[in-house]
């Protein structure tokens, strides 16, 4: 019969789901009632689909491996000579960088303290080192020869697509730079100057990896001190946090397929590409989230005390990069205690135990920078933190509970329904997730929910607490609530919530492969997902190149523009040193009009108790001021009567700006 041959079930629950999602994406009469009746239909026929045996998605087996050591009793040993040394290593590398700054001395014995606490629980792999030798042998060979196989073009199509995705358009989309970046791009001129420090002081205090980053950029392609400098780093890492939720999603769902769905959804998405391109810390947490989850899945999976050890390095190595990534070390123990409570762990919690204190003791030495900063100076390390979360900058509006419930809630429905009011990094109040992975990833938390009270595996319930438990940055900003949910500082959840997307799916082409079971199986497969794809495609474009674009040109000044004009008069009749740029409340940072105009490190605000300052620079001058500001245009005229006004026309809607030339005196 026909219908024992479609997995009506899944796909029934699949078209609900959709159906869901697209009424509750943005429209003036919205409402949540009927998504959630919808939605309530849809995991009510994924439950029936699941039960009658019709999605039964794959599931990684438990392997063990005995820490690749070969026997049970040698699974605890490690060299202590080396962890000896490391360890002394490590606290006089907390002294030396006592001065917040990187130099040789201090470098060298941090990197050394690094590899020998490797080096001490390191565990031999024959296969890895056959893998290393084939490796070098292949890079030896004078001709190369690379063969591309029929199954490998769906994953060059893939990579394609998500390159396109991510670099489409970079230089502008989004167009201008904000305050925030004025920030960054000054401790990479401070650094390139010689201060090369651990944690960044300038407003309130920041981690270094992007600065630095950012500096290898400049260095490397010679493009100077500017947004696309800074957006190059960022998109890097986020596409380098790609490979990872491949092998996490391989790795959880049990199949090759489950990661590269779960690389292809990621890789579109409008969150994660938004956050990488406005070119700020915010991707370096997905960045490190991916491979410590990766590793750690792997290393409890299958015992081997390696995997934690690149966990621990990842973790270390992360903290370095963006604040909210501080959550992970918590989400990490979670982890561990979760698999030792289940059935899973048997005959292996102790050795969980040992391998997470390694994780830590690794970690903790690639943190050695930043904790020898942090013991010194507790309130600025923490200061970002803590003023979100306590009332060091103001009184919490409510009881705490009250706030971080309220808080909660929001963030766990922005997947659906709003992901909030930043607009820096987001089209303000819409869903976080496109129609088809919004879908997926609902049915996908209602699938794990299911089949965790089914077989109970640790693995289930950890992927469905690690996506709130990494959104936590966002959720305990309980002095600032309005700032609930932030993309930016919830971005480590992505990597959970596409590997949920992916493995979803995945059970969905499983169903449909499962039913048909004849020549057509392949075509279905392929017609869905390319469906699916489209459709997602489709709208992740619109939501990036158009709507985001545009909402970012609305909010941002055009500092770009006067940038230019600035640069233009100072290469021809002017100079950097006779033009200004007289400031307005809310309207452009004159830092960026320099940075803009080839000048880093150059303010053009020109105050109005300065302006008579301006008659002693001969030659002629240029002032840039805001067509309201009608004070400094009286004071312009009264100070250069010879002079004149000219609107800029700007290309973004209401942001013209007023030029005021003064001719060379006769």
């Not at 699941?50 to 070969?70: H, K, Y």
């Not at 990621?266 to 590409?273: D, L, Q, R, V």
């Not at 940055?473 to 590997?499: C, H, K, Q, T, W």
């Amino acid at each position: 019969p026909l219908m024992a041959m479609v997995p009506w079930r899944t796909l029934g629950a699949l078209l609900l789901a959709l159906v869901a999602q697209s009424s509750l994406e943005p429209a003036p009469d919205r409402t949540w009632g009927v998504g959630v009746v919808l939605y309530a239909s849809a995991f009510l026929m994924l439950v029936w689909a699941f039960f009658s045996d019709e999605w039964a998605t794959t599931t990684q087996d438990q392997p063990r491996s005995i820490g690749c050591l070969g026997q049970e009793d040698s699974a605890f040993l490690y060299n202590s000579t080396y962890l000896i040394i490391s360890l002394i290593l490590t606290l006089v590398g907390l002294w030396l960088f006592s001065g917040n700054k990187f130099n040789l001395f201090n470098l060298i014995i941090w990197l050394a303290a690094l590899g020998l606490i490797i080096k001490a629980f390191w565990v031999d792999n024959p296969g890895m080192s056959a893998w290393i030798e084939r490796l070098v042998g292949f890079l030896r060979c004078p001709s190369w020869r690379i063969e591309i196989r029929r199954a490998t073009l769906p994953v060059l199509a893939v990579v394609a697509l998500v390159v396109f995705f991510r670099v489409y358009r970079l230089e502008d989309v989004p167009p201008q730079m904000v305050s925030d970046h004025a920030e960054k791009l000054l401790d990479v001129w401070d650094l390139l100057q010689g201060q090369t420090a651990v944690f960044f002081t300038r407003n309130t205090g920041r981690e270094g990896l992007q600065m630095y980053l950012t500096a290898a950029i400049i260095r490397l392609t010679g493009l100077g001190f500017n947004f696309l400098s800074m957006k190059i780093g960022t998109v890097l890492a986020g596409l380098l946090t790609l490979p990872y939720i491949y092998l996490l999603g391989a790795e959880v769902g049990g199949s090759r397929r489950a990661g590269l769905l779960a690389l292809l959804f990621s890789g579109i998405a409008y969150w994660p590409n938004v956050i990488s391109r406005v070119a700020l810390r915010f991707t370096l947490y997905p960045l490190f989230v991916a491979p410590v989850m990766y590793y750690l899945v792997r290393g409890l999976r299958t015992s081997n005390r390696n995997d934690f050890i690149l966990a621990g390095l990842f973790l270390g190595i992360g903290l370095h990069g963006y604040t909210p990534i501080r959550i992970l070390p918590l989400v990490v123990v979670v982890g561990v205690l979760l698999y030792i409570l289940h059935k899973d762990s048997a005959g292996f919690r102790k050795r969980s135990v040992y391998h997470l204190v390694i994780l830590a003791l690794v970690a903790a030495v690639a943190f050695l920078p930043l904790l020898s900063y942090a013991l010194q100076n507790l309130d600025s390390f923490g200061y970002r933190a803590f003023s979100r979360i306590g009332t060091l900058e103001r009184p919490l509006p409510g009881p705490a509970l009250l706030i971080f419930l309220g808080n909660l809630g929001k963030a766990l429905t922005m997947f659906a329904w709003d992901n909030g009011s930043i607009w820096l990094v987001s089209i303000t109040h819409r869903p976080a997730l496109d129609l088809v992975s919004g879908a997926l990833f609902h049915l996908g938390i209602g699938l794990l929910f299911v089949r965790y009270l089914r077989r109970r595996s640790w693995l289930d319930l950890f992927l469905l607490l690690s996506i709130p438990l990494l959104m936590l940055p966002s959720i305990l900003s309980l002095a600032y609530p309005d700032e609930n949910p932030a993309l930016n500082r919830m971005a480590g959840a992505l990597v959970p919530v596409f590997v949920v997307v992916g493995i979803t799916l995945e059970g969905i082409l499983q169903a449909v492969e499962r039913r048909l079971r004849n020549s057509a199986t392949s075509l279905v497969s392929w017609a869905l997902v390319g469906g699916l794809l489209l459709l997602s495609s489709v709208q992740n474009y619109d939501l990036v190149f158009n709507r985001y674009q545009a909402a970012y040109e609305a909010a941002s000044w055009n500092t770009t523009e006067l940038g230019q004009v600035i640069g233009q008069f100072s290469n021809s009749i002017g100079d950097p040193d006779s033009a200004w740029v007289l400031p307005y409340p809310h309207w452009v940072d004159t830092r960026l009009v320099g940075m803009n105009a080839g000048y880093p490190t150059k303010d053009y605000a020109l105050f109005p108790d300065q302006m008579e300052s301006t008659l002693l620079v001969p030659g002629p001058k240029l002032f840039l001021l805001k067509p309201e500001d009608l004070e400094g245009k009286n004071r312009l005229k009264d100070l250069y009567p010879q002079g004149w006004f000219q609107v800029y026309d700007s290309r973004y809607e209401n942001k013209d700006f007023l030029m005021f030339l003064v001719p060379p005196e006769l």
